[in-house]
């Protein structure tokens, strides 16, 4: 079993900052990568942004410049630093962690952004 813990969500106004943080642990396998998705009410769950074990990132176009990924010094530790949030931005966001080519999902952490 895996077990994925997000944490760092919450209440944010436009043009401010939040960090999420998700930490993997359990019977974890070998790491392929890890990423951060978003579902808003109403709409598909959408990749935000994906980090590979090689260091190669992906991003929405929606969020690039704006938000980065990374991973910490605990290999199985994934960050997301959210700068210059919108209203748009406001959903929950879940940790995707891929060990051994088997997707693994936290419970979601809630972003919202408003004034």
């Known amino acids: 079993q895996v077990q994925l813990v997000e944490s760092g969500g919450g209440l944010v106004q436009p043009g401010g900052s939040l960090r999420v943080s998700c930490a993997a642990s359990?019977?974890?396998?070998?790491?392929?990568?890890m990423g951060w998705y978003r579902q808003a009410p109403g709409k598909q769950r959408e990749l935000v942004a994906f980090?590979?074990?090689?260091?190669?990132?992906d991003y929405a176009d929606s969020v690039k410049g704006r938000f980065t990924i990374s991973r910490g010094n605990a290999k199985n530790t994934v960050y997301l630093q959210m700068n210059s949030l919108k209203p748009e931005d406001t959903a929950v966001y879940y940790c995707?962690?891929?060990?051994?080519?088997?997707?693994?999902w936290g419970q979601g952490t809630q972003v919202t952004v408003s004034s």
């Open positions: 995707n962690v891929v060990f051994d080519y088997t997707n693994y």
């Open positions: 359990g019977s974890i396998g070998t790491l392929n990568g």
């Open positions: 980090i590979i074990t090689g260091g190669s990132t």
